[in-house]
């Protein structure tokens, strides 16, 4: 299975939206509502965001939101702060898992 | 507290073998499916292995199929991952992650992490 397609970077100013996208095929994505998200900040390990396309864990903030149309899932982050720059990576149940090309958001 | 300390990184020259290990703490270890996660330096992540409650279903990713071995001790709450015919591009930092749901191996995500440890393959 090839990586799920995500921008390379985002880019946003304290307080503002941000979307990432994460584009995969109907093998993918598209068939599963088992897609993650997940935060790396440099030298960390992974943490868990978002899970089954649109569920928070437990001590997430309600400013990460996710949602998938067709072949497409995204992550938004609304109110964008300081913390949140890092990098993020989407990933999807496709009988193994696949993980995407992972986006950087800076906050500007 | 959810620990995951992973341990046995290391350099490594081609061709010869590894075993990580991943001690677990803070949870029923025995009730959840385990993974191991790789990040080659400077690039994304890529899903390895995972193995079942009890070890009993084992699934790999095809980069890694047939040299890598996923297995788990349920009595020392431990987790492995033994590398054969290790290759240059096998060089990463392995982090073991737990399945967040009980007793599923497949769909459900990965809610706790290690920190790691750095595999390097070089002659």
């Known amino acids: 299975q090839s990586a799920l397609t995500q921008p390379r970077s985002v880019s946003g100013s304290p307080g503002q939206s941000v979307t990432i996208s994460c584009t995969g095929t109907?093998?993918?994505?598209?068939?599963?509502?088992?897609v993650s998200w997940y935060q790396q900040h440099p030298g960390k390990a992974p943490k868990l965001m978002i899970y089954?396309?649109?569920e928070r864990p437990s001590g997430v903030p309600d400013r990460f939101s996710g949602s998938k149309s067709g072949n497409t899932a995204s992550l938004t982050i609304s109110g964008l702060q300081a913390e949140d720059e890092a990098d993020y990576y989407c990933?999807?149940?496709?009988?193994?898992?696949?993980f995407g090309t992972g986006t950087k958001v800076t906050v500007l | 507290q959810v620990q995951l300390v992973e341990s046995g990184g290391g350099v490594v020259q081609p061709g010869r073998s590894l075993r990580l290990s991943c001690a677990a703490s803070?949870?029923?270890?025995?009730?959840?499916?385990m993974h191991w996660v790789r990040q080659a330096p400077g690039k994304g992540l890529e899903w390895v292995a995972v193995?079942?409650?009890?070890?009993?279903?084992?699934y790999y990713a095809d980069s890694v199929k047939g040299r890598f071995t996923i297995s788990r001790d349920n009595s020392k709450n431990t987790l492995y991952l033994q590398m054969k015919s290790l290759r240059t591009e096998d060089m990463a930092v392995y982090y073991c992650?737990?399945?967040?749901?009980?007793?599923?191996?497949?769909?459900?995500?990965?809610?706790?992490w290690g920190q790691g440890t750095l595999v390097t393959v070089s002659s």
């Open positions: 992650a737990k399945g967040k749901d009980e007793y599923i191996v497949g769909t459900t995500p990965f809610d706790y």
């Open positions: 803070g949870f029923t270890f025995s009730s959840h499916g």
């Open positions: 193995i079942s409650h009890d070890g009993s279903n084992k």
């Open positions: 109907s093998s993918d994505v598209g068939d599963y509502k088992f």
């Open positions: 089954d396309v649109n």
């Open positions: 990933c999807s149940y496709a009988g193994n898992y696949v």
